[in-house]
């Protein structure tokens, strides 16, 4: 290749960096992805674009383009022999299958770049190696917690002890950072700590840890780590039963994401302010905070958030005695929570609404006064809209009942089911009868027919109602040569049969074939590389000692497993009747609950439960008493703040 041609990589590839630096990824991409396209045969130069392109794409959420570069970097860097740079590929690779929820493999990848560094005495990329792997064990076990729904403190084993291996590499890693004097890492460290301390239950520990992550942010000017601390240290006092000091940890949480311009941030913190005011009796100062929450989700159109300041503003107003707008707000609540299929929340907007309906005296199905119930006439009317379309004319019943009038044929005169069937699709019947005509023949015209060619037998049509009524015609058999049926009739001759039978599989083994040919990989698996390096490459690859010790172990095997495990189950099919879909439009392939629906305005770490917890006796404070029944001793008069008795704020 040219000097001219590897000058040109590398001039796009350096404005790329360039790019992505300055915060245009997507713009970096391109000039990376032609930087590929010129081409070059420097290995050092390629194996920088593929990870400056591998962390482009990790930044812009393609995780599946991201680990491709990062394989791509890790399989030159094992080329060249260059062990340092095997092992940046390696966390790099690490981090990326982290957060497509690939922990296994995870783990040995970030694994091996603790192992070449330690071997290199490489005291920053070491320190790094520890941060990763602690990484991967808290994100693992957050993960398999959040499908119990647990509290802080209350996971299984299995999940303390993944969170107890995060913290012993965080610890690590932060004496490492103290040795070697990098603050900046040390508060990083500081922050995961107090997080895993406090999903572990820990709390005195969390708030240590927060708040030591909260001066070396000061110490730094970093404005969002300041945000992310006072956040924690806020979550952590809830659990203590600290709420004054949780409030003001929230207000600066606040004040700090209005100076960021975080619209998603500052709604989290009105909800959690709101939660933490309810949690102090104080209904007005929460029913504020939960508003300014249910306006910020209303414009980012979080249709979670706004579902769940519904339900808490219908908490708080009729905590304050405040009935019909507590009533209105469940009712917002039970719509949203229908909008979103969630089932809890659905439940949840039921009870209460039974239950203010009968403090309000409704009795069962009449609204208050402004609900308007939608009557049939209405809803018959916005139906007629979709099913006047031209081509409900164009279905099977529409066009038999007028061939009948055309013979002369009364309605009259047509059987009871006959007559009394509408020319509209009215039920699901019809709807679903419609649906298998329409799509019948296409479906019958992409399967595969297994009939014997050389029978001599004519293929029925299977669209029989469309033949009979005229409109298809059903195809003549084509003459067979007297020949082909050698005196046995429609079966033909055994050898015959046997030769159709080895072509069908023939032309089916071929198909298939193809598939399985465009699964693989090219052996030119480095893209931007010159042809003229590619053998080289291959070379390299491809060399194998016959020395004893240089053979895998069985622990290779063992990792070997473990990464084609998650494969294998990436390529499973879903059963029929399962979630076929998760929030963000991919397959849900069965291996669990689908993820949930994304809700911005919502913090990852909520206290939901714990409300629910202090308030669990509302509605009985909220129940009617027989006449004559008499009430408890300490409930003389109505409940004035809504929250069980003997219940401490």
């Not at 069962?364 to 609900?371: A, D, T």
């Amino acid at each position: 290749m040219a000097e001219g041609d590897n000058d040109t990589c590398l001039e796009l590839a350096l404005e790329g960096e360039k790019l992505c630096k300055a915060g245009k990824c997507r713009d970096g991409v391109a000039f990376f992805e032609a930087a590929l396209q010129s081409g070059t045969d420097d290995f050092r130069t390629l194996s920088a674009i593929y990870s400056q392109l591998g962390n482009a794409y990790f930044y812009l959420g393609d995780y599946v383009k991201a680990m491709q570069y990062h394989k791509h970097d890790l399989t030159l860097a094992r080329t060249m022999g260059d062990r340092l740079g095997e092992a940046k590929a390696s966390g790099n690779l690490g981090n990326t299958l982290k957060v497509m929820g690939k922990f296994e493999e995870a783990v040995i990848c970030c694994r091996r770049h603790l192992e070449i560094c330690r071997e290199h005495k490489d005291r920053v990329g070491e320190g790094r190696a520890l941060y990763n792997l602690g990484n991967v064990y808290h994100a693992k076990g957050k993960h398999i917690g959040r499908l119990g729904h647990q509290d802080p403190g209350e996971f299984p084993e299995e999940v303390k002890a993944l969170f107890e291996k995060a913290v012993e590499y965080y610890e690590e890693n932060m004496v490492l950072m103290v040795e070697i004097q990098d603050r900046a890492a040390q508060g990083r460290a500081c922050g995961n700590l107090g997080n895993v301390h406090y999903l572990l239950g820990d709390f005195n520990k969390a708030i240590h840890y927060h708040e030591e992550r909260l001066k070396i942010a000061k110490e730094f000017g970093d404005r969002s780590a300041e945000r992310r601390a006072h956040s924690n240290l806020g979550n952590a006092h809830i659990f203590l039963g600290e709420f004054e000091q949780a409030a003001e940890h929230y207000k600066m949480t606040l004040l700090l994401a209005q100076e960021l311009g975080d619209r998603a941030v500052e709604a989290q913190a009105c909800y959690s302010l709101g939660n933490t005011y309810t949690l102090l009796k104080d209904y007005p100062t929460a029913v504020e905070y939960h508003l300014r929450h249910l306006r910020i989700a209303q414009e980012l159109f979080d249709k979670v958030g706004e579902g769940r300041a519904c339900w808490s503003l219908g908490n708080a107003h009729s905590a304050m005695g405040e009935t019909e707008a507590a009533y209105h707000y469940a009712s917002r609540h039970l719509e949203i929570a229908k909008e979103t299929g969630d089932r809890m929340g659905q439940a949840t907007a039921q009870v209460n609404l039974s239950e203010l309906a009968k403090t309000l005296g409704y009795t069962e199905g009449v609204l208050p006064p402004g609900k308007v119930m939608e009557s049939p006439e209405s809803r018959a009317k916005r139906r007629m809209s979709m099913e006047n379309m031209q081509v409900i004319k164009m279905t099977p019943d529409t066009k038999s009942s007028g061939r009948n009038h055309e013979n002369g044929v009364d309605a009259g005169q047509l059987s009871p089911d006959q007559g009394n069937k509408s020319d509209l699709l009215d039920d699901e019947e019809d709807f679903f009868d419609f649906i298998s005509r329409f799509q019948s023949k296409r479906m019958d015209d992409q399967r595969c027919s297994l009939a014997d060619p050389l029978s001599g037998e004519p293929e029925p049509l299977p669209a029989q109602a469309a033949a009979d009524s005229g409109k298809y015609k059903q195809p003549e058999a084509a003459p067979v040569p007297p020949q082909q049926h050698g005196g046995q009739g429609a079966g033909g001759k055994p050898g015959v049969q046997v030769a159709a039978k080895e072509e069908l599989l023939d032309m089916i083994a071929g198909a298939q074939s193809s598939r399985l040919n465009e699964q693989r990989a090219p052996w030119s698996v480095l893209p931007g590389l010159t042809r003229s390096k590619q053998p080289e490459i291959l070379q390299r690859l491809s060399v194998a000692t016959t020395d004893k010790d240089s053979l895998p172990d069985d622990s290779f095997f063992e990792q070997l497993m473990k990464m084609q495990g998650t494969r294998i189950e990436d390529q499973r099919s879903s059963l029929p009747g399962e979630e076929g879909n998760d929030a963000g439009g991919g397959q849900n392939l069965g291996m669990g609950p689908p993820p949930p629906v994304a809700a911005p305005t919502m913090p990852d770490e909520d206290f939901f439960s714990l409300i629910c917890r202090i308030q669990g006796g509302r509605i009985d404070d909220q129940r009617a008493y027989l006449p004559g029944g008499g009430n408890w001793p300490d409930r003389a008069g109505p409940a004035s703040n809504g929250v069980a008795n003997g219940t401490t704020g």
